[in-house]
């Protein structure tokens, strides 16, 4: 595919449904704001596939709501896997305590899971989540890691998670995994309106660096995955995790490498922008000339110029830009720059 | 609202037009087969 707008490689996310068999409060896709919406038809799943096999893209993420709740999760998997993609899987873990629908899970394509961790124990789910479901995600990551496939163990830092850190990673070794992500809660867009992650950016990155000594204790591989600008941290804390191969950062948004189809077929730039679309599948573009030109189209051009732009003077001669990005731009949505850059602590 | 009109109202940043590309650090040796270079820290199970 030849054209100078877009990314060599994409990637793409197919978000199945928006139900769940939990209910949390932070999430993007909280079930409530999506009542009553159904989940992707078959025939949605074929249209996308049909788009994504005419671009470079290997991977098919299947995300939600809770994907493996939809009633045709397997034969989703065998549609992507039949096309010569690979299905992988983000979920909550809940199902995967059933050894049988996890090997019917493997034997239909998925080639990855990642599990989301939402708490450290049965009653800190209850609360969070509504359903004391610790016990049956841990018994479902230890059925993933002992049936080889690749996995990850993902935990989200909120406020609500911020305390007694030293309990999450009891329960990150107790579930067997043989590595870990922590990530940080992005703020929402609720009805048009982003609105911003309860921590402040400067209180995550205050955390990050706290926990770090104990990550660093527990013995098992994890990865930090940063989505605040790197000024926020102190001075030689990023170089320091980076030498020690623990940062992610960066997002598809910034190239557009993105490709996210919802239930109803709408293109989302990112998941948290759930109910506000760039554009339709069978709309807007069906086939890959029909995307290449969607992605041409001035509108779209600007936005995506606008992602890619520095949001702040600081990081024109930053020199950790490239690496950085600003961050999350859903935070340059509903925060001034004095709380996303750190004027003190600028590198240039 | 489509997400460009979102964009265009909402944006804080004083969008300055940049020719360095994010690329994101991926400094994790796991997943060194990673190739959708979308932030996901590797194997694209990632949740954009």
Redesign the interface.
Known sequence: MQNDNL?N???S?LTINRACNLNCEWCYANPERFKGEANMSLETVQKSINLFKGLP???V?L?GGEPTIHPEFLTIVKIIKTAGL?P???TNGVKFRDKFFLSESLRAGIS???V?LKGSSDEQYAKLTGRAAFSDVIVAMKNIVESGV???L?ITIGDELGENFDDMIAAILKSGTK?F?I?MERPL?IC???VPSKLSPKQMADFFVKIYPSLERCGI?F?L???IPFCLFPEGFIEK???????????????G??I?IDPKGKL??????C????GELGVDFSDEDGYIRFRNRP??K??Y?????????N??FCHD??????GC?VS??????SELISIQEERR | ????D??KI?????????D????????????DDC??????????????
């Open positions: 990314p490689e994409f990637a996310w893209l290997k991977r993420i995300i690979v992988v899987v983000i990855g899971i990642t989301s690749d996995h990850n993902s590595w992500s990530d867009i048009n309106k982003a591989d990865v995955k940063i989505s995790a980076n030498k020690q191969k623990r940062i992610v950062s960066g997002c598809h948004i910034y190239v490498r993105g996210i989302l730039p990112c998941n948290h922008f109910d506000n679309p760039l509108d779209i600007e936005f110029e606008t992602l890619a732009s520095y949001p702040h003077k990081c024109q830009w490239q690496q950085c990005g600003a731009r340059w949505l509903c925060r001034e720059a | 609202m489509k997400a460009q979102l964009l909402q944006f804080k940043g004083i969008a300055i037009k940049s360095r590309q994010i690329v994101g650090m991926k400094s994790t040796n796991n997943h190739d959708c270079d979308c932030g996901c820290g590797g194997g694209g199970n990632c949740d954009p």
